[in-house]
């Protein structure tokens, strides 16, 4: 496992999320209860950012565009139309830094 510090904790608030970026790949990280989670940014049933793009209720993401739900912890489909789970990446949290594996 390689990890890689993305933000600090304080850059993500509780209920709400950011977009980071690594060797070409986008990440959400998820503020649930102050408890972070990191799932590939892009729905999984079209081109549209979970961060930026999604409403954060729980630990459910909902997309935007079409209203897909997804579970931030697990990546499991919560509602349609998304038929495909959401990737999940380990998350490491050491004093105020936030790290990520992105492989
Ligand atoms: Fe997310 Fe369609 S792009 S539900």
């Known amino acids: 496992m390689t990890f890689s510090k993305v933000c600090e904790v304080s850059d993500v608030p509780v209920g709400d999320a950011l977009k ?7 990440v959400a ?3 649930v209860d102050g408890e972070l989670f990191a799932t590939q940014d892009r ?5 549209w950012s979970l961060s930026e793009g999604g409403y954060l209720e729980g ?3 909902e997309c935007s565009l079409h209203m897909g739900k997804f579970c931030v912890r ?3 489909i919560k509602a349609a139309p998304p038929c495909e ?7 490491r949290i ?8 992105f492989d």
């Open 43 to 47: 729905c999984t049933h079209g081109d």
């Open 59 to 61: 630990d459910v993401v």
């Open 74 to 76: 697990t990546g499991k």
């Open 20 to 26: 980071v970026e690594s060797k070409g790949e986008a």
């Open 85 to 91: 789970p959401l990737k999940i990446f380990p998350i």
């Open 94 to 101: 050491d004093g105020s830094d936030v790290f990520v594996d």
């Open 29 to 31: 990280i998820f503020n």
